[in-house]
C-alpha cells in the first residue's frame, strides 16, 4: 500500500481511524429507521420523508471531502475511489424505497468501515515485518551494482552516512541483474552482470539459510522481496524508488537512502521526499567514465566560448 510522500504508515492507520470513528459514524448514526413495507403494510411511496433526504446529502457531502482526504494520504486511486463507486451510484440514483435505500447505506457503510480496517490491518502487517530494519537503510538500484565495485568489498555504513546500516536490494533489481546477465547488448555489462547474480546468489542462499547476510565491515544486506500479489510499476527506475518509499514509510522514522549514480532516479527519489547518495569515486569502475576525475573533461566538452555582447569578432 503506497502512500504519499512525507506519510508514515503509523499516521495513515491514524487518520482511517479517525475517518471511521468521526464522519462514517455520524452519517450511519443519521440514517432514519424505516418499517419495511411489506411488513408494515404501508404502501412505499407513503413512507418517504425529508430525514432520509438529510442523510443522503450528508452521506454526499461526506464520502466527497472523505475522497479528498484520503487522496492526499495514499497514493493508489483506488483508495479514494472506493467512497464513489458502483455502490455509492446505486444508493444515490436508484429509484428505491426509502426502506431499501436505508438498507443500503448501512450495509455500504459497514462495508467501508471494513475496507479501511483491512487497509489498517495491511499497514500495520507491513510495520512489523520491517521491524528487522532497525537501522537505516540504503536502497541501491542496478545501475549502482553493475558500475561501482564488488558491492561485497564496499564498506556502506562508513562511506554512505554516519553509522550501522543495511544494504537493500529490492526484488526487481535482482530479476534487472538477472535479465542483463543474458539479454544485454554490451557484453561488458553483461559480464557483470553475471558476476553481481554470483553475489546475489550468496546473499539469497545466506538470506534462506540463516535470515541474515552481513558484509566484512558489518554491514547487513536484505532482499526486499515482492509481497504476494504486488504489481510491478512499468518502469524498473519507478519500481525501485516506489520500493524505497514503501519502506520508508514502514521503518519511519528510521532513514532509507536511495544509492543510485543515476540522474533520472536522484529526480524520482526526490519527488517522493528521498534523500540520495552515491558511494565516493574510489568504488566506481575506473572504465565508465564516471566520477571527479571525468567531470572537467565532460564539461569541456559541452563549453562553447561565446562573444560578449556587441563583441562581433
Not at 81 to 105: F, M, N, Q
Not at 176 to 182: G, N
Request: charged share 25%; with cysteine.
Amino acid at each position: 500500500m503506497l502512500l504519499r510522500p512525507g506519510v508514515t504508515c503509523e499516521r495513515a492507520i491514524r487518520f482511517l481511524d479517525d475517518l471511521v470513528q468521526g464522519g462514517l459514524n455520524d452519517v450511519r448514526n443519521s440514517v432514519p429507521n424505516f418499517a419495511q413495507p411489506t411488513l408494515a403494510g404501508v404502501e412505499p411511496s407513503k413512507l418517504a420523508g425529508p430525514e432520509l433526504v438529510v442523510t443522503l446529502r450528508q452521506y454526499t457531502q461526506w464520502t466527497a471531502k472523505a475522497a479528498r482526504e484520503l487522496a492526499e494520504v495514499f497514493a493508489e486511486p483506488a483508495v479514494p475511489a472506493r467512497l464513489r463507486g458502483e455502490h455509492y451510484s446505486h444508493i444515490v440514483h436508484s429509484p428505491l424505497t426509502p426502506y431499501r435505500t436505508a438498507l443500503l447505506l448501512h450495509w455500504e457503510l459497514d462495508e467501508v468501515a471494513t475496507y479501511f480496517m483491512e487497509l489498517q490491518n495491511q499497514m500495520r502487517q507491513t510495520v512489523e515485518e520491517y521491524r528487522v530494519y532497525r537501522q537505516r537503510a540504503l536502497v541501491v538500484d542496478a545501475n549502482t551494482l553493475l558500475h561501482c565495485q564488488r558491492f561485497d568489498k564496499i564498506p556502506w555504513s562508513r562511506v554512505c552516512g554516519k553509522g550501522p546500516a543495511t544494504l537493500v536490494i529490492p526484488h526487481v533489481v535482482v530479476g534487472e541483474i538477472d535479465t542483463k546477465s543474458y539479454s544485454e547488448n554490451s557484453e561488458k555489462i553483461k559480464k557483470r552482470a553475471r558476476g553481481v547474480y554470483e553475489l546475489l546468489t550468496d546473499v539469497l542462499k545466506g538470506l534462506a539459510v540463516d535470515g541474515r547476510y552481513a558484509l566484512h565491515d558489518g554491514t547487513e544486506v536484505h532482499v526486499l522481496l515482492d509481497e504476494l500479489g504486488h504489481q510491478r510499476l512499468p518502469n524498473n527506475d519507478d519500481e525501485v524508488v516506489a520500493r524505497a518509499a514503501h519502506l520508508q514509510q514502514a521503518v519511519a522514522p528510521r532513514q532509507v537512502t536511495v544509492i543510485t549514480r543515476d540522474n533520472g532516479m536522484r529526480g524520482k527519489a526526490m519527488t517522493w521526499g528521498l534523500p540520495w547518495d552515491f558511494p565516493p569515486d574510489q568504488y566506481l569502475n575506473p572504465a565508465d567514465g564516471f566520477g571527479t576525475k571525468y567531470r572537467v573533461e565532460n564539461l569541456d566538452s559541452i563549453t562553447v566560448d561565446v562573444p560578449e555582447d556587441g563583441d562581433d569578432t
